[in-house]
């Protein structure tokens, strides 16, 4: 399994000096990736990361016009312009309804904990909003996304993991207000998650 991530894991905090420009959420400038945008996002991973597997499943997933859905691959870049941070919808199914799968979600480790991951998680969700997605759902640090609005997708919307995710872990996001779909997850075939 990769681009999806549980774990407390350790994240180190950036210094945010003052006058630091990266400091303020506000200096970053969030917009869907464009076709000059690949390598800047694989070099966003592989950094985040430390390994290729979050990187090549971007690959694979945008080469998979079942998964990938067109305008909803963000990137937020940094008061300099380089691309910072980089968030990523893709099409998953609760049963046989659709919705939204957030993941990977990376910045680069110069700039983690200064609001570019919040920034470009908020104009994604916004976006999938603005196009009429529904459901979002995500497997990710259980003290991160709660902050976009995330609960525990089966305690709290009877929506079930595909393998037996922690409960705290595995969260759904109504984007639109409705009650979301009861079910279990389909992941797109790039995750390898059957
Ligand atoms: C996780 C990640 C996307 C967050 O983006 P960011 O720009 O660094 O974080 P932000 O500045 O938006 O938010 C900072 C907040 O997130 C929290 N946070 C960041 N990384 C975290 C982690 N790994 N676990 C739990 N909380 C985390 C911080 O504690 C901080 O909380 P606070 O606002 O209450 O002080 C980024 O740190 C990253 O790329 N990490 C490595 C790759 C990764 O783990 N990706 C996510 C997989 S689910």
Avoid: K, N
């Amino acid at each position: 399994m990769s681009g999806i991530h549980a774990s407390h894991g350790s994240h180190g905090a950036g210094d945010r000096g003052a006058g630091d420009p990266a400091g303020d959420p506000a200096a970053w400038q969030p917009r869907p990736e464009t076709a000059a945008d690949t390598t800047a996002v694989r070099r966003i991973h592989l950094a985040a990361f430390g390994t290729a597997g979050e990187a090549d499943l971007v690959d694979a997933l945008r080469r998979d016009p079942s998964a990938w859905l067109p305008g909803l691959s963000y990137l937020a870049d940094a008061p300099d312009g380089t691309p910072a941070a980089h968030a990523l919808l893709t099409r998953c199914h609760v049963d046989e309804v659709p919705a939204v799968a957030l993941a990977p979600c990376a910045v680069l480790p110069e700039y983690q904990q200064r609001g570019a991951g919040d920034t470009v998680i908020r104009a994604l969700l916004e976006a999938a909003r603005a196009a009429g997605e529904r459901t979002a759902i995500v497997l990710g640090h259980p003290p991160y996304y709660p902050r976009f609005g995330f609960a525990p997708a089966a305690h709290r919307f009877g929506i079930l993991p595909p393998q037996p995710w922690p409960d705290e872990a595995f969260m759904a996001l109504s984007l639109d207000g409705s009650t979301p779909p009861r079910g279990t997850v389909r992941y797109a075939r790039a995750f390898g998650i059957d």
